[in-house]
């Protein structure tokens, strides 16, 4: 017997060992699943690291307000003033200083460039992925599932790169407010009282946020709510010192502006109109982004109910709550954009990880099996969301943007040393331009917040730039200041273009050169008064005859007293003007056109009936000087033909002259 049992003991103990060692390789497997559940979320994150790898150093603006906020710094550093006199030249963005400050210090050390503004926003960015994933990951209490939290945290945040317009690495104020603020509250969460050091720095740093961006108060008020619940004394003190501090910058800020800090950043907001029906847009765009944002709230009444919720979620729960009012009022304000969707966009997937760490953490051991894989569950889920929220790759910078970037800083330097941009400042300061530059974005604000006597022609008058470099999209108060002393020598090459990769679609297109008296030119029709009877007329399109500004009210950029337009009536009006003969004297014939682009608004040189030349505008009510070469039709009568058939359109023509 025992030596037909002995081979039978051997193999039941290998079969057990086998099953022993099956379990321990299923526990590591499922202890440490999470981890591999993380994939797409460091997919993502890798996506958006190559994405601002390639933008960092570009050379011009990614965003139409870029070179703005460096000029702001850029005028500190020059000891310029910031607050100015309004209307009289630059005005500042109706932003607190605190951007600024930071661009400045940067700018100090390193110089002001576009690499060193998106340094400041990258690190910004780093503080706000830094402190949402730490705490992400400290709702759980198990190793790997702390790890997984944290990287899930921060593919959560990087998948709301598109949603935000890419806003990210931009050098905007919006990162380094945000920033700020959860710093702030970060501080401020931590359990027992405040060292003296403590309650110092987080003081300082709720200020700084404040007068980043004024929406950072929406966060502090939840932060001492949440705080003087706690410790009714402590939060007190900080409230305290939070008012007693801001009251203090205020007054300084007031002091060293002359008054006009809260002219800027308080009274001419609140003239700005709201557009309600964006609060609904924002709350879309943000369920296509989060579908589970509405079961926050209900999940963590739920976990209260059983005990099951732990401060730190509830905390930051109150934060995503302060950040829709932070975010959807600036994005319903007129002018708004996607950028001010970012706070709830970043802090909505690592609260909703902190939810499910306060139900892991909190359960009973009894309940670890289910909870445990309802853990699981919601990565397993995340995973697959995170797999289908790849970054498109137009956010990065191609190689061919780069060279058009740099062909374009080559262009506005031989320009010479006195050029404004009033779209993209620092474009023309990079480019070795002296004279002043004024950013159009605080007269846009002012100018739809209703203020009246906005006037920039005395400021274009005082510093006479040399050429301007205008993209097109400008405000009619600003074509209005340019208009009679600057006309449009060329536009840029295909090869020059930079479009923007996000925000307002407005990029460098025209170069304006300042118009000096020049001797009377042999001019064939000057258009100083509407054509006459002898010139062949079809349709009603040419019926108002000529006008110093176009239909809608527009200044037409570098006429010389009135010109020939086809939109008397409106732009649905067509028609035709046939001039009287004329003998070709010289070999080209030069003419101011504007207006629409399409191949239905044209001006035609004919010779013999036959069309030998045409030019049109190019979509703006910018006159361009534009030649018909007529060399080899000297000593033959033509005509001009001015052609309207575009009922959605109209024509500019002004001073047709020999050369």
Same mark, same amino acid.
């Given at each position: 017997?025992?030596?037909?049992?002995? *081979?039978?003991?051997?193999?039941?103990?290998?079969?057990?060992?086998?099953?022993?060692?099956?379990?321990?390789?299923?526990?590591?497997?499922?202890?440490?699943?999470?981890?591999?559940?993380?994939?797409?979320?460091?997919?993502?994150?890798?996506?958006?690291?190559?994405?601002?790898?390639?933008?960092?150093?570009?050379?011009?603006?990614?965003?139409?307000?870029?070179?703005?906020?460096?000029?702001?710094?850029?005028?500190?550093?020059?000891?310029?003033?910031?607050?100015?006199?309004?209307?009289?030249?630059?005005?500042?963005?109706?932003?607190?200083?605190?951007?600024?400050?930071?661009?400045?210090?940067?700018?100090?050390?390193?110089?002001?460039?576009?690499?060193?503004?998106?340094?400041?926003?990258?690190?910004?960015?780093?503080?706000?992925?830094?402190?949402?994933?730490?705490?992400?990951?400290?709702?759980?209490?198990?190793?790997?599932?702390?790890?997984?939290?944290?990287?899930?945290?921060?593919?959560?945040?990087?998948?709301?790169? *598109?949603?935000?317009?890419?806003?990210?690495?931009?050098?905007?104020?919006?990162?380094?407010?945000?920033?700020?603020?959860?710093?702030?509250?970060?501080?401020?969460?931590?359990?027992?009282?405040?060292?003296?050091?403590?309650?110092?720095?987080?003081?300082?740093?709720?200020?700084?946020?404040?007068?980043?961006?004024?929406?950072?108060?929406?966060?502090?008020?939840?932060?001492?709510?949440?705080?003087?619940?706690?410790?009714?004394?402590?939060?007190?003190?900080?409230?305290?010192?939070?008012?007693? @501090?801001?009251?203090?910058?205020?007054?300084?800020?007031?002091?060293?502006? $002359?008054?006009?800090?809260?002219?800027?950043?308080?009274?001419?907001?609140?003239?700005?109109?709201?557009?309600?029906?964006?609060?609904?847009?924002?709350?879309?765009?943000?369920?296509?982004?989060?579908?589970?944002?509405?079961?926050?709230?209900?999940?963590?009444?739920?976990?209260?109910?059983?005990?099951?919720?732990?401060?730190?979620?509830?905390?930051?729960?109150?934060?995503?709550?302060?950040?829709?009012?932070?975010?959807?009022?600036?994005?319903?304000?007129?002018?708004?954009?996607?950028?001010?969707?970012?706070?709830?966009?970043?802090?909505?997937?690592?609260?909703?990880?902190?939810?499910?760490?306060?139900?892991?953490?909190?359960?009973?051991?009894?309940?670890?099996?289910?909870?445990?894989?309802?853990?699981?569950?919601?990565?397993?889920?995340?995973?697959?969301?995170?797999?289908?929220?790849?970054?498109?790759?137009?956010?990065?910078?191609?190689?061919?943007?780069?060279?058009?970037?740099?062909?374009?800083?080559?262009?506005?330097?031989?320009?010479?040393?006195?050029?404004?941009?009033?779209?993209?400042?620092?474009?023309?300061?990079?480019?070795?331009?002296?004279?002043?530059?004024?950013?159009?974005?605080?007269?846009?604000?002012?100018?739809?917040?209703?203020?009246?006597? @906005?006037?920039?022609?005395?400021?274009?008058?005082?510093?006479?730039?040399?050429?301007?470099?205008?993209?097109?999209?400008?405000?009619?108060?600003?074509?209005?200041?340019?208009?009679?002393?600057?006309?449009?020598?060329?536009?840029?090459?295909?090869?020059?273009?930079?479009? *923007?990769?996000?925000?307002?679609?407005?990029?460098?297109?025209?170069?304006?050169?300042?118009?000096?008296?020049?001797?009377?030119?042999?001019?064939?029709?000057?258009?100083?008064?509407?054509?006459?009877?002898?010139?062949?007329?079809?349709?009603?399109?040419?019926?108002?005859?000529?006008?110093?500004?176009?239909?809608?009210?527009?200044?037409?950029?570098?006429?010389?007293?009135?010109?020939?337009?086809?939109?008397?009536?409106?732009?649905?009006?067509?028609?035709?003007?046939?001039?009287?003969?004329?003998?070709?004297?010289?070999?080209?014939?030069?003419?101011?056109?504007?207006?629409?682009?399409?191949?239905?608004?044209?001006?035609?040189?004919?010779?013999?009936?036959?069309?030998?030349?045409?030019?049109?505008?190019?979509?703006?009510?910018?006159?361009?000087?534009?030649?018909?070469?007529?060399?080899?039709?000297?000593?033959?009568?033509?005509?001009?033909?001015?052609?309207?058939?575009?009922?959605?359109? $109209?024509?500019?023509?002004?001073?047709?002259?020999?050369?």
């Amino acid at each position: 017997m025992t030596t037909h049992d002995q *081979p039978v003991r051997e193999g039941t103990g290998d079969r057990a060992a086998r099953r022993r060692a099956a379990q321990r390789l299923f526990g590591i497997f499922r202890e440490w699943l999470p981890l591999v559940l993380t994939v797409p979320a460091l997919v993502v994150a890798a996506q958006l690291l190559r994405i601002v790898a390639t933008r960092l150093t570009f050379p011009v603006d990614l965003e139409w307000i870029e070179g703005g906020q460096l000029l702001h710094a850029y005028r500190v550093l020059r000891g310029e003033e910031l607050f100015t006199e309004p209307n009289v030249g630059f005005m500042p963005y109706s932003y607190p200083p605190g951007h600024t400050v930071v661009l400045t210090v940067f700018g100090a050390i390193f110089g002001v460039d576009y690499w060193v503004g998106r340094l400041v926003s990258c690190l910004a960015f780093a503080i706000i992925v830094g402190i949402l994933s730490a705490h992400a990951a400290a709702s759980f209490s198990a190793r790997p599932l702390r790890i997984a939290a944290a990287i899930t945290a921060v593919g959560m945040i990087a998948a709301a790169f *598109p949603l935000t317009g890419g806003w990210f690495d931009l050098i905007r104020n919006d990162e380094l407010a945000l920033g700020l603020s959860l710093a702030a509250a970060a501080l401020a969460f931590d359990r027992g009282p405040m060292s003296r050091r403590r309650f110092i720095t987080t003081l300082l740093v709720m200020n700084a946020a404040v007068f980043t961006k004024q929406t950072a108060v929406f966060y502090l008020t939840w932060v001492l709510l949440f705080h003087f619940v706690r410790n009714p004394r402590q939060g007190f003190k900080l409230g305290v010192g939070l008012l007693l @501090l801001g009251a203090a910058t205020t007054g300084f800020l007031e002091w060293v502006t $002359h008054g006009r800090y809260l002219d800027y950043t308080v009274f001419l907001l609140s003239k700005q109109v709201v557009h309600k029906h964006m609060y609904q847009d924002a709350l879309n765009r943000w369920l296509d982004f989060a579908p589970f944002l509405p079961a926050l709230p209900a999940v963590a009444v739920i976990l209260a109910l059983y005990g099951l919720l732990n401060a730190r979620a509830l905390y930051w729960l109150g934060l995503l709550g302060a950040a829709f009012p932070a975010s959807m009022l600036p994005y319903a304000k007129q002018g708004g954009y996607i950028n001010n969707l970012l706070p709830v966009a970043v802090i909505s997937g690592p609260v909703a990880l902190m939810l499910v760490g306060s139900l892991v953490s909190k359960s009973p051991r009894r309940a670890a099996a289910p909870v445990g894989a309802l853990a699981l569950f919601v990565f397993a889920a995340g995973s697959a969301y995170l797999s289908r929220r790849n970054i498109p790759p137009s956010f990065a910078v191609t190689p061919a943007r780069r060279a058009a970037a740099e062909r374009l800083i080559e262009s506005v330097k031989a320009l010479g040393p006195s050029v404004w941009s009033p779209h993209h400042p620092f474009v023309a300061i990079k480019a070795g331009s002296k004279v002043e530059q004024v950013h159009e974005m605080p007269w846009v604000d002012a100018w739809l917040a209703g203020v009246q006597g @906005l006037n920039l022609k005395p400021w274009v008058e005082r510093t006479r730039p040399e050429h301007i470099l205008l993209t097109g999209r400008e405000i009619p108060l600003l074509m209005e200041a340019i208009a009679d002393n600057y006309h449009m020598v060329r536009r840029l090459s295909e090869a020059e273009l930079v479009p *923007p990769i996000t925000g307002f679609p407005t990029y460098p297109q025209y170069v304006l050169a300042r118009s000096e008296k020049k001797p009377k030119q042999d001019c064939l029709f000057e258009f100083e008064s509407a054509p006459g009877d002898d010139w062949g007329r079809t349709g009603r399109a040419f019926r108002s005859g000529v006008r110093s500004r176009s239909k809608h009210g527009r200044a037409i950029v570098g006429r010389r007293g009135y010109v020939l337009t086809s939109d008397g009536g409106g732009d649905d009006e067509t028609g035709t003007l046939l001039s009287p003969e004329f003998s070709v004297e010289k070999p080209k014939l030069s003419a101011f056109v504007g207006g629409g682009e399409s191949k239905k608004l044209a001006l035609r040189v004919r010779v013999n009936d036959e069309v030998v030349g045409e030019v049109r505008g190019g979509n703006h009510e910018l006159l361009e000087l534009l030649t018909f070469d007529l060399r080899d039709y000297i000593g033959q009568f033509a005509r001009l033909e001015i052609v309207d058939e575009d009922p959605h359109g $109209h024509i500019l023509v002004d001073h047709v002259c020999w050369n």
